[in-house]
């Protein structure tokens, strides 16, 4: 028998660290473990200067053409045409083709446009006529650029377009479009009605010139030089058909 005296074991009166408070918390482990949110003015300012250098580059070659156009010239050499300032975009406006079926103006978008406006009847020796083969002649003496260009006759009313016009209307837009609505966008000078000019429209939709009213043989002649002009200025940017 051991005769060493017992040794009495004492429990502490301690308990043992198991309290719920004692875990990690489930949220604190996951915030540790989440990626650092990117500070938030400073995404904010980075995607804005992203978008507007993406911009800057898309509209530089409109930008050089116009300036190229319009500033960088030789002295004395004016454009024909009375420049639009500032430009108004093609509205979002629905149209009928020839066959009645709907077209939104906006798909005019990607040539270069020679628009002409009147109503359906055009009478022999009319201003409409004269503005309609001038309008062919124009497109006519680009030569090889002319598929740059879109002839569209805008047909303010109801009336039937008269047989004896349509051979010259082959290659050209035909849409009805009510006059009040065209009048938000195209502007006529003061005094002159919407039918008296040939308006200009960009590839980007923006109408952007407009001829004197009531063309002539002789007008038509710088007016073809306006058209040359923008052509060259835009050529390294605008390809033939859309």
């Known amino acids: 028998m051991n005769d060493?005296?017992?040794?009495?074991?004492?429990?502490?009166?301690?308990?043992?660290?198991?309290?719920?408070?004692?875990l990690p918390q489930p949220q604190v482990m996951l915030d540790a473990d989440a990626p650092k949110a990117p500070n938030a003015p400073e995404t904010f300012w980075s995607g804005r200067l992203k978008m507007l250098l993406v911009l800057a580059v898309c509209a530089a070659p409109v930008v050089a053409s116009y300036f190229t156009y319009y500033v960088v010239r030789p002295e004395g050499r004016r454009n024909?045409?009375?420049?639009i300032n500032p430009q108004k975009p093609l509205p979002s406006l629905l149209a009928r083709d020839v066959q009645g079926q709907a077209i939104d103006l906006q798909t005019l978008k990607g040539q270069w446009l020679l628009v002409a406006v009147s109503g359906g009847a055009c009478a022999p020796s009319s201003v409409?006529?004269?503005?309609?083969?001038?309008?062919?002649?124009?497109?006519?003496?680009?030569?090889k650029d002319k598929d740059r260009l879109d002839r569209v006759w805008l047909v303010t009313d109801d009336q039937p377009i008269p047989?004896?016009?349509?051979?010259?209307?082959?290659?050209?837009?035909?849409?009805?479009?009510?006059?009040?609505?065209?009048?938000?966008?195209l502007e006529p000078e003061a005094g002159q009605p919407l039918e008296s000019h040939?308006?200009?429209?960009?590839?980007?939709?923006?109408?952007?010139?407009r001829y004197p009213p009531r063309l002539d043989i002789r007008a038509a002649a710088q007016a073809k030089r306006d058209l040359e002009r923008l052509m060259r200025a835009s050529a390294s940017w605008d390809q033939p058909g859309r």
């Open 128 to 143: 409409c006529q004269d503005q309609l083969y001038l309008q062919r002649q124009l497109r006519e003496s680009l030569g």
């Open 4 to 22: 060493q005296p017992h040794k009495s074991t004492t429990l502490s009166a301690q308990p043992l660290d198991m309290t719920v408070h004692a």
């Open 198 to 209: 040939l308006y200009v429209v960009d590839p980007m939709g923006n109408w952007m010139l």
């Open 80 to 83: 024909f045409g009375t420049l």
């Open 163 to 185: 047989a004896e016009l349509w051979p010259g209307l082959q290659g050209a837009t035909v849409l009805r479009a009510e006059a009040q609505a065209l009048a938000q966008w």
